[in-house]
DNA sequence: AAAGTTCCCAACCGCAACTCT
DNA sequence: CAGAGTTGCGGTTGGGAACTT
């Protein structure tokens, strides 16, 4: 396959994108979407390549991206998420709602991977982070909960109920088999050739829970309260083939 | 206050998968 | 079915901000 020329094409900008390229893509994409990227520059007006339209838009543009500081609770649904998935930061973010893989890929190599590794430190569980480490074998869904309840070492009091929690969803999670990601991977695929984007497939995921009634336990519907997502994946493994 | 170092994040690069003709 | 074009993903990097000496 032969690589399409991208931004070497002589006449393309490159680098940090101006406030006046920002309000040119933002209106372009609001007024007419963003159904070919490539033809987009060329549309707009916009001296850049249409992979770097496409970055600044899904990655920072976006209006429904999430703004500001990781949660501790989307932190750890990352360090679980990745201890399943291994590198696989497109699908952890399709279950982050409003954050983007490159934002996770960030926040993993600047604070999570430093979280893990001190909390490791600290405890007998030094193992998980050297796989991680060692170049990421096949995501397994053993691991011990203490891996990622151990980190961050010293908490305080009011944290430590709240780690108390977060380790017993975090148990849960435990128990979700590989045939739970494997279907929910296959249900990306599909959902991807559906032209579903991933809000829509969260969406369809808590409107078919809430069809089958168990969502009545996972209490109320909170697009910021990432305890509502846990419990979808946790609940998951019960759900109906589509 | 200045120089050096570290941290952080937006953006780029290259590959692979997917779609279209 | 093959090949060209397009999109998505993960790895990496450049440079500004924050921090330390």
Request: charged content about 30%; overall charge negative; some cysteine.
């Amino acid at each position: 396959m032969v690589r399409a020329p991208c931004c070497e094409k002589m006449g393309l900008k490159k680098g940090p994108w101006t406030a006046e390229e920002d309000q040119i893509l933002i209106s372009y994409i609001q007024s007419h979407g963003h159904g070919n990227w490539r033809a987009l520059p060329k549309l707009s007006g916009l001296l850049r390549c249409g992979k770097s339209c496409r970055l600044r838009w899904t990655n920072y543009l976006n209006p429904d991206i999430k703004r500001g500081n990781f949660t501790r609770e989307e932190e750890d649904v990352i360090i679980t998420l990745h201890q399943m998935h291994g590198y696989g930061w497109a699908a952890i973010a399709a279950r982050l709602p409003g954050r983007t893989d490159n934002e996770i890929k960030n926040v993993w190599h600047t604070h999570l991977k430093k979280r893990l590794k001190t909390g490791t430190e600290t405890t007998q569980e030094s193992t998980r982070e050297n796989q991680i480490e060692s170049k990421e074998e096949k995501p397994t869904q053993s691991f011990s909960s203490t891996d990622v309840s151990c980190s961050g070492t010293t908490e305080s009091s009011t944290e430590n109920s709240q780690n108390s929690m977060e380790s017993s969803l975090i148990h849960d999670i435990q128990e979700i088999d590989e045939s739970f990601w494997t279907e929910t991977l296959q249900m990306d695929s599909n959902a991807k050739k559906n032209s579903m984007d991933s809000m829509e497939l969260m969406e369809g995921f808590s409107s078919k829970f809430r069809d089958e009634t168990f969502l009545l336990s996972a209490g109320s519907r909170d697009e910021d309260d990432m305890s509502y997502w846990l419990r979808i994946f946790l609940q998951a493994e019960e759900l109906p083939k589509i």
